[in-house]
């Protein structure tokens, strides 16, 4: 169960930074400037939780 809620925590990540480059790809005033050039690290984090996630609980396993 819990590893379910980490791989959910990083793919809810994953959509949070492609909705920001989605805002910001079509200069959309919503977006806050702080946010602005950040959408792809906070995929690539998003993504890398998940999976490092997974290694560990193999290892652990082990």
Known sequence: ???KVIALLGLLICIT???IY???Y??????PSFL????????????????FYSL???KIKQ
């Open 1 to 3: 169960m819990k590893k």
């Open 17 to 19: 930074g492609a909705t």
């Open 22 to 24: 989605f805002l910001e």
């Open 26 to 31: 079509n200069n959309n005033p919503i977006l």
């Open 36 to 51: 602005k050039g950040t959408s792809l690290f906070i995929m690539l984090l998003g993504s890398s939780v998940a999976f």
């Open 56 to 58: 560990f609980d193999k």
